[in-house]
């Protein structure tokens, strides 16, 4: 029994990220940002609000004049005036006095509550009787009570969802810092692959890898650039790797499982400037025969030709590290794992890690998750699969029933 | 108490997406169809793999050579030659004999199997010893055993993954029918709103729903266009909206939640060509102001102004209309629901839906859903949340420990 292989566990592979560095940073306006990651810790440079809001359509007042006003027992109060949306109240609210406000609008000053305009009713122009007591800071947004001048509004590293680019816009951060999305390369070998315009003669299949995984690539917030199908030999895949590095922040090579393939993609990393092989195995299944090697501090991977271990490691291993160079922190629920129960018994080899792929069903308001067996040469088995669950690396099994977590796909 | 809404349910509500037509067809590359959605039904044209592909490095043989084949007793078999990647092995594989073959690489006939390197010895260059029995098929992708000729590949309305990508790469769909993705024209009114760009003079804020809300209309596959703010009078909103249906498939005015503007909201869109307001205001809290009308088969929406509620709305009842007319059939795990427990008592009016801000915790293995409670002005909450929770209708309340489901925020 040969040893090809140098193997790592997935710790240890992910643990190689520290060897490569962020992304460089750029500025865009923040139209733009959605997704991306911020390079730069933002401050609230102001209240907000910055005034007392009105929440609800109705009339300002004192608190005070309210209470105790029922539908029996009204309140009435004079109106003193109205203030205009955008617009400073030119006069204040006391006892005894009202101020029609609608949603947004600014309290005049004496005024500390809000009374909805559906607990009101008009007598006449100038007077108003209230059915009910208002409580001091009732429908009001205080003054910073979102957040106060000189809060902590982001930290560098957050990749930026909805939320995050309308909490920007509130401050005025037209434009922000973000990481440069990396450029990843993608290479096919393999003198059985055609491209997809192509008929496979006999004996040849089309490249599926460069489609998948530039998806991914993309998945990732990242831009795959295409390097095309290169024949397995040295001398072309060292002229397109060096290519690659240049212009590319990551690499990938796809396809060279076969053993004279993997030879001839360690010849060509190995002809980089200052190549450093970071690990050539990993103990995870499907996937083992990866390959991780840095050059010119940038990531050039050997990944298995099986359309599924490419799928897998890419998720799993190479992800990360794209992530890393993003410049993304971790955060809790980037990554969605799923809850539910296995549907069957798993058998699993100790030693390794297994990625299972599996398909979610609701039953009984749970989640179950029925495993996709097949060959990891067979995409049926992705397309089929809702995500993976993990078999631990000193796990012989798991059973029917048993608690996972599902990862999803994006 | 006055009534100012014609208030549908949320279900209500959705059912109107019914009255609106997907998106025209265009045709794309694959390599630009991530994440877009299949406007045509896809069958494989050909067996998938075409031939049988070894999926280890080894030996092709026929198995009933290596029965009984142990490290003590080998089976000792004649190389007949090799199956070149890429090529019909011009030779057949009979009982005693081998074929040497990489991962990928053609079987060639009388083979039915192969064996692992690893579980050989080559004794000179013409005869190799096997240490393990071969099952017949063992390490061997069959014809068609992804899939077969006329096999369904993927249905109409099929939003694209990585791995559909890769599928369709595999059968040689070079440029596919997808929907057109819907633009949706985003317009914030309001005489307290000014644009991010501006320090707000006192009474004035800076429009977050433009950016918020044009995020997330990406987020769904769509393309916002901003039409900026408009004044709060009929005249200016008339004719952007008009413009905004000339130019985009769905519009939303965001900031008419005081009654004035709303009125305002509702002259605009009955300004429009054979406008029918199909509902306004739905029995969901935050979100009630909600108003949709349709002309000239395109949705309008007048949505809540506070940001909150503004977001809310959005993800719970506009996305399910862009995602309908942007084709989509419905997806069990597209929007992904999280089940976890809740971390205290939370009380809701009966006659409504409630929509709770959650943030998620990790414990004990099980996710702890806490709510982030506060005003639908503050964005601070969503900031702070990881999701949403649904308290239904004719639910009082929900108890600490109940378990809830948590729709992630993407």
Redesign the interface.
Known sequence: ??DFFNVVTIEQALAFRSEFSKMKIETIP??DA??RVLAEPVTATEN????R?S?M?GYAVCAASTFGATEGNPAFLAIKGTA?????PGFTVGIGEACRI?????LPDGADSVVM???TEAMDTSTIEIYRSAAPGQHV?ETG???FKDDS??PEGRR???????????????TLKVYRKPVVAIIST????VP?????????????????????V??CGAIPV?FGIIP?NSENLNQTLSLALKTSDMAMISGG?????RDVTIDALSSLPEPRILFHGISISPGKPTILAISQNKALWGLP???VSA?VVFLKIVKPFIEHISGIKDH??QT?R??ARLSRNLSSAQGRVDYVRVK???MN???LAEPVLG??????T??K??GLIEIGLNVEGLVQGE?VEVE???
């Open positions: 029994m040969k923040l139209m959605f997704e907000l609000p910055d005034f809001r929440i359509d205009h949306m955008g617009e400073t609608s949603t947004g609008g600014m305009i559906e607990h947004i009570e979102d957040f509004l982001l930026l969802r909805a939320q995050e680019i309308g909490l920007l816009a509130a401050f005025g951060k037209n393999g003198d059985e692959v997809i315009t192509e008929t496979p003669a006999p004996g040849k299949i089309r490249d599926i890898n460069t489609y998948s995984l530039s998806s991914m993309k998945a295409s397995d499982s076969s053993v004279g393939v030709g099986h359309v799928m809790p629920f969605i799923v809850p979610l069903r609701q308001g749970n989640l060959k990891s040469g067979l995409i049926n992705m397309v699969a809702d608690a999803l796909f994006g």
